[in-house]
């Protein structure tokens, strides 16, 4: 697919899932989310960068940790998401977090810019995670530290057939290099091609734990990355692929409630002091 369609197809397919983004995966995604925070290590004071930041799942903890000396500037493809996430900070008092619709690929800040620089779980969607990366280290300080975190191998992903189903119902691929960076070492290479030092990489395995097959389809379908296909889908179309989704993870299902494989990865790395 070319690079401006699909940003335009991640960008409107995010708007659709905002809604039902944090029912569904706020509690799922933690165990990625505390091993980033754990490895960034934020300060009070510090300056940081949230890219594809989402609702704020991390970025609030990250405003929480830095206090009002400090500041964290979140950005995301989705204006629905930049809206959510800024009535979030606004909720609880974060004068000092703003929150920008950016793309990963371009980021409109200087060089030099911030102490910390933060991706929980969004290189997946972007088109070129290596020109994203490499922003990350142009916007960072000498001796500033990025943390990223990605989903796994897709044979450790046991939900990983809602892209196909989606795909053969649509004409095009919806996440195409969705597990690029999962596998091996391509996350490690990755950060290091920009120019990381110090890198470390750990996987995690974790399980999405679903009450019933509604509460499966709907994180699937209406509140990750195919939620604008899905949301063209006439109400045959989504009984059907309902039924194939909920056939793949069969072999998870514990009585009415699914308990579904998945993997995390997640790397640190350091621009050197100098550079």
């Known amino acids: 697919m070319d ?64 206090g009002p000396a400090g500041a964290v500037v979140a950005t995301d493809i989705s204006e629905q998401m930049v809206d959510l996430l800024r009535a979030n900070a606004a909720e609880r008092g974060h004068a000092h977090l703003t929150v920008e619709r950016m793309e990963a ?77 999962g596998g091996g070492d391509a996350l490690r290479w990755t950060l290091e091609g920009a120019g990381f030092t110090d890198v470390a990489v750990e996987r995690i395995s974790t399980t999405l734990d679903y009450a019933d097959g509604d509460e499966a389809c709907g994180a699937a379908f209406a509140g990750g990355p195919v939620a604008l296909a899905y949301a063209r889908f006439d109400e045959p179309t989504v009984a059907e692929a309902h039924a194939e989704y909920l056939a793949s993870i069969e072999a998870h299902r514990h009585g009415a409630g699914y308990a579904v494989p998945g993997e995390f990865v997640v790397a640190r790395g350091r621009r050197a002091a100098g550079r």
Do not use: N
């Open 105 to 181: 690929e371009q980021l409109r800040f200087p060089d030099a810019s911030f102490d910390v620089v933060l991706c929980a779980l969004g290189l997946m969607y972007v088109t070129d995670p290596a020109a994203s990366v490499s922003e990350m280290f142009r916007v960072l300080k000498p001796g500033g530290r990025m943390v990223a975190a990605v989903w796994g191998a897709r044979a450790d992903c046991g939900w990983a057939e809602i892209f196909p189903i989606v795909e053969r119902r649509v004409a095009s691929e919806v996440c195409p290099l969705f597990f690029q960076l």
């Open 3 to 66: 690079a401006k369609l699909q940003r335009r197809v991640q960008r409107y397919g995010w708007d659709k899932a905002a809604a039902h983004y944090e029912r569904y995966w706020a509690r799922q995604l933690e165990p990625a989310q505390a091993l980033l925070l754990k490895y960034a290590a934020l300060s009070p004071g510090e300056r940081v960068l949230d890219i594809a930041a989402g609702s704020g799942l991390v970025t609030l903890k990250a405003a929480d940790a830095v």
